[in-house]
């Protein structure tokens, strides 16, 4: 079955790096686009960026542009999201989730998420 | 932006009584391919995310068939028959239309 298993989340102060990571599984990475979507403390969701299967397109939020960089390893099955300039603002779960093909880019499986929080 | 709005934003219902949440979007969801793409997700207290419905009315394997979802263009709607306990939880309708793709505000159902 796809599962999707996030980790690299922490406390972090404002204006540090943090790495996630999302490994893969039950599926052919390779062959599927893979979004990031975060969730603040109480609030709903938000989507943060997404990869094409192959890496070669990528699009972000506007909130993140510029800050984080959506990648992927397909020979290891993972999924990054290298987030610069933290500010208390991206404090969130962070879950990856599949592009589920011939649905635009919707979703269709998502991971338990990852809880990012920035504070000083 | 397309924006998603959701009603109503917290839903308290009677056990084995109907739901219906509404989801409207600000421009019409119909794509370039003739398909309308629109899902619905289930929250539960303390979990990710679950798809429940995609491409507006077609449920996901292992749904139960309390879950129904509707609507046209702009208009969407998820009816739950008969509301259980494990129905508490917020629901989510997505599109995949446009640019950038958006989630609604999120309605949150609980036991009356």
């Known amino acids: 079955q796809v599962q999707l298993v996030e980790s690299g989340g922490g406390v972090v102060q404002p204006g540090r790096s943090l790495r996630l990571s999302c490994a893969a599984s039950g599926f052919t990475f390779s062959n599927y686009g893979m979004h990031w979507v975060r969730q603040a403390p109480g609030k709903g969701l938000e989507w943060v960026a997404v990869?094409?299967?192959?890496?070669?397109?990528?699009y972000y939020a506007d909130s993140v542009k510029g800050r984080f960089t959506i990648s992927r390893d397909n020979s290891k099955n993972t999924l990054f999201l290298q987030m610069n300039s933290l500010r208390a603002e991206d404090t969130a779960v962070y879950f990856c989730?599949?592009?589920?093909?011939?649905?635009?880019?919707?979703?269709?499986?998502w991971g338990q998420g990852t809880q990012v929080t920035v504070s000083s | 932006d397309v924006v998603m709005t959701q009603s109503p934003l917290s839903l308290p219902v009677t056990l084995g009584q109907p739901a219906s949440i509404s989801c409207r979007s600000s421009q019409s969801l119909v794509y370039n391919d003739g398909n309308i793409y629109l899902n619905w997700f289930q929250q539960r207290p303390g979990q990710s995310p679950r798809r429940l419905i995609y491409?507006?009315?077609n449920r996901d394997s292992g749904v139960p068939d309390r879950f129904s979802g509707s609507g046209s263009g702009t208009d969407f709607t998820l009816k739950i028959s008969r509301v259980e306990a494990g129905d508490v939880g917020v629901y989510y309708c997505?599109?995949?239309?446009?640019?950038?793709?958006?989630f609604g505000q999120g309605t949150r159902l609980e036991i009356k």
């Open positions: 990869i094409w299967y192959d890496g070669s397109t990528k």
């Open positions: 491409k507006v009315s």
């Open positions: 997505m599109q995949g239309a446009h640019w950038p793709i958006g």
């Open positions: 989730a599949r592009v589920d093909s011939g649905s635009s880019l919707l979703i269709d499986y």
